[in-house]
């Protein structure tokens, strides 16, 4: 039998080491929050392919659709014939979109693709080129993407000068001491200093970052933000790549808020682990773009549109936007419990939405120096027992939890009894 080391070998010597994977096992089969690896090793999911899975691995319904759908056809390409499915996924996703008035859709491939998009937009409607995102937020490794991204290393660090026009303030974080007022502040200033609010084409948020370390955005800022981009004609883009499709409690994390976006990037757990994003938006913004202007080979594909109706079926008739408060609720309690003890790592407070969850690991009790190097070592020791976890963070510092949302209480029990251990402390 094939062994993880064996794979390994192979993947060292075939895969380039600048796609990295967290873990050094491979993966044979997979059940709703559930995966087995080719040594036939049992492990609780808590990473859901990163934010993919709020499904679940291969959801019935899902898989029955995509059965279907291969049994008519795989590929046409939209832009060369069209087919039903994109046009009511399309519908569904215009009639849940978080913002008044109509709404068109257009589907991709990647997360990428739809902030590019999105600022490609943005361009098109105001005829403007500036882009302004935040410290932390990751919003792709593509140029543009990685350009809006804000953090270095991995993402910018090797690939040479960053494309103009973009421009990053500071993410509003209580422990850091960078408060709603210091970010509008950075704001005032790059409008004196850098560009000019009548040449921003775009202002581009995550309502809750994901590789930023689950850091929410505050509602204060939201509002303040969709007041500047009213006074200025500019685009509010909420990037809910990771945190849509009811992670948070709420389809998308910014109805938290009650701010309406523009533009919102989604991708992840559209489909339900096809591959498949797209960008929701105002009508008429949408429609600035002339004909050929947006698109792609594979973008919208019939196998991840029939994927993405199931999905959000799964996710109505089972009540999974309720049950993500539901997970939270379990999830914060349990974290909580962890932080008051002194047998376990110090770590903080919980924070996200719903059930996107995280904390992080400290050097110290009672201080806020993070420690990196033992958030790796928990994911290590995690995985030892069985359970699959992941980092985030500016530092990796940050321990994250995306279980699916399918999965039962007493799999997310397990699963955190697993990461309770993990954080023993060794004498």
Request: net charge negative.
């Amino acid at each position: 039998m094939t062994n993880n080391e064996e794979y390994l070998a192979r993947r060292i010597a075939a895969v380039p080491r600048g796609v990295a994977s967290a873990t050094p096992v491979f993966a044979d089969r997979a059940e709703n929050a559930e995966i087995w690896d080719v040594e036939g090793k049992r492990y609780v999911d808590f990473a859901g392919g990163i934010a993919v899975l709020n499904v679940g691995h291969r959801h019935p319904r899902v898989m029955a659709a995509v059965r279907d759908q291969l049994d008519r056809f795989t590929h046409t390409a939209f832009q060369v014939m069209a087919y039903d499915s994109y046009i009511a996924l399309c519908e569904r996703l215009n009639s849940i979109a978080p913002f008044s008035g109509p709404a068109k859709t257009i589907l991709f491939t990647t997360g990428a693709e739809a902030t590019e998009n999105a600022v490609k937009v943005a361009r098109a409607a105001t005829g403007r080129p500036g882009v302004i995102s935040f410290v932390g937020g990751f919003h792709g490794r593509t140029a543009l993407a990685s350009a809006m991204t804000g953090k270095v290393n991995p993402y910018k660090r090797q690939f040479g000068s960053a494309l103009p026009d973009v421009f990053h303030v500071p993410f509003p974080n209580a422990e850091r001491g960078i408060s709603v007022e210091d970010s509008l502040r950075a704001l005032d200033f790059l409008f004196l200093a850098d560009i000019h609010p009548k040449s921003v084409a775009a202002i581009i948020i995550e309502p809750v970052q994901g590789e930023g370390g689950f850091n929410v955005a505050p509602t204060a800022l939201l509002k303040a933000l969709r007041a500047l981009c009213d006074e200025h004609g500019i685009m509010l883009v909420a990037d809910e790549v990771q945190s849509g499709f009811a992670r948070t409690g709420r389809m998308f994390a910014i109805e938290h808020s009650g701010v309406e976006p523009d533009l919102v990037c989604i991708a992840k757990s559209l489909a339900g682990g096809f591959p498949l994003s797209g960008l929701i938006g105002r009508a008429d913004l949408l429609d600035a773009v002339d004909p050929g202007g947006m698109g792609g080979t594979y973008g919208g594909s019939p196998i991840g549109c029939v994927a993405a109706l199931a999905v959000l079926d799964v996710m109505a008739d089972e009540g999974l936007v309720e049950r993500a408060n539901v997970i939270g609720e379990r999830l914060n309690e349990r974290i909580v419990g962890w932080s008051r003890r002194n047998d376990l790592l110090p770590i903080s407070p919980p924070r996200g939405l719903g059930a996107m969850i995280g904390f992080d690991i400290r050097k110290q009790r009672g201080e806020t120096e993070a420690d990196p190097g033992a958030a790796k070592m928990v994911c290590g020791r995690a995985l030892d027992l069985g359970l699959v976890v992941l980092t985030c963070g500016p530092q990796s510092e940050s321990i994250r939890v995306l279980v699916p949302l399918t999965a039962t209480d007493a799999i997310i029990d397990e699963g955190m009894d697993y990461l309770e251990a993990a954080l023993s402390v060794v004498e």
